[in-house]
């Protein structure tokens, strides 16, 4: 496809589309917090992290020997997550335990890797 095909060249413009998308939009503040949202898990530490976690509960000690890192990285992207509201942790003793925050982070990670999966297949 070549780059004049992608170019709307009409001079009509939809107006009850434009109009009813407008309407529906979120509040600018709540586009702001989406996108950092994304920016939270574009980080690929974190999203090996959330993945591990959409496996199984886990420990910083268990997350740092599976992903090769220091207990300090670990907890440090940690840190970031629970900020994010995206992982939550419980104390059993000594031993504290993080899980992610719902179904919708889990969902969030599961749709995103059936996606990449699926476009690999029709390769």
Request: with cysteine.
């Amino acid at each position: 496809m070549k780059n004049d095909e992608l170019l709307c060249d009409c001079d009509v413009i939809h107006a009850d589309v434009v109009q009813d998308v407008k309407n529906r939009m979120p509040d600018i503040n709540e586009l702001y917090e989406l996108s950092d949202f994304f920016k939270v898990i574009g980080d690929n530490t974190r999203t090996k992290i959330m993945w591990a976690l959409d496996e199984h509960e886990m420990c910083v000690c268990d997350l740092a020997v599976l992903l090769n890192m220091t207990k300090s990285a670990i907890s440090h992207q940690l840190r970031t997550l629970r900020e994010a509201n995206l992982v939550k942790n419980r104390r059993e003793g000594k031993i504290v335990y993080y899980s992610l925050a719902d179904d919708h982070v889990c969902q969030l990670l599961e749709t995103g890797l059936a996606h990449i999966r699926e476009k690999k297949a029709e390769v």
